[in-house]
């Protein structure tokens, strides 16, 4: 077991190393977080030996773990110093919530399938984040009773901004989100929040995700 643990280690060192400092993310708290959470806890038991490898994996439910250098980079995007309160819609495994909640100081986090809900909080408590908050439901609805969040990442591709996610998000804070067509790719964009109501838009190219699906996203209706 102690070998496996030093082989992870390596294996997250190696990962950062390769492809998260190779492509450009240089906030220390990011790449901290990279180094520290134990991928392999969060992609399914058959999957692990894949854990580091730049790609996304299947978790079932039609639902994937992102890569690593999407997970870096979009938390790089939300710039935190350790002092927000951030929405993660789309908690899958829970690998994105585990990586938040390393920088942020709480994290409440959104799942559509209760089974992979439920799965999450296993994994989360396992790795020792039982602190991030999982609620299974709409993510494109958001979390209202607990705004306003100084940041809100959504892993899953919507047809526009939702305006519920816009609404609780505080002045001054940044929403990432995947915006374009349900299939193929999309725009990532980092919307901040102005103190007059308004919202700056910065595009950080194609990524392709699932859709998000609910009442402010896709429907399957």
Request: charged share 25%; glycine share 10%; with cysteine.
């Amino acid at each position: 077991m102690g070998s496996d643990s030093k082989d992870s280690s390596a294996r997250r060192l190696d990962m950062v190393r390769e492809q998260i400092l190779a492509r450009g993310i240089r906030d220390p708290r990011v790449l901290e977080a990279m180094e520290q959470v134990p991928r392999e806890l969060f992609v399914p038991r058959h999957l692990q030996d894949e854990a580091y490898e730049d790609h996304p994996l299947p978790i079932g439910y039609g639902q994937t773990i992102s890569q690593p250098y999407i997970v870096a980079l979009m938390a790089d995007m939300l710039g935190l110093d350790g002092r927000e309160r951030v929405l993660d819609i789309g908690t899958g495994s829970g690998y994105a919530a585990a990586v938040l909640a390393s920088i942020a100081l709480e994290v409440f986090s959104m799942e559509r399938v209760p089974e992979l809900a439920e799965r999450a909080r296993e994994n989360l408590r396992k790795a020792g984040f039982s602190q991030v908050q999982v609620r299974c439901g709409d993510g494109s609805l958001g979390w209202p009773e607990a705004a306003p969040f100084d940041g809100i990442c959504v892993a899953a591709g919507a047809p526009a901004m939702p305006d519920a996610l816009s609404e609780q998000l505080a002045v001054g804070g940044r929403l990432v989100i995947p915006v374009g067509p349900e299939q193929g790719v999309q725009r990532l964009l980092c919307i901040t929040r102005r103190p007059d109501g308004g919202f700056d838009r910065e595009d950080f190219g194609d990524v392709r995700f699932v859709p998000l699906l609910g009442e402010e996203g896709w429907s399957r209706d």
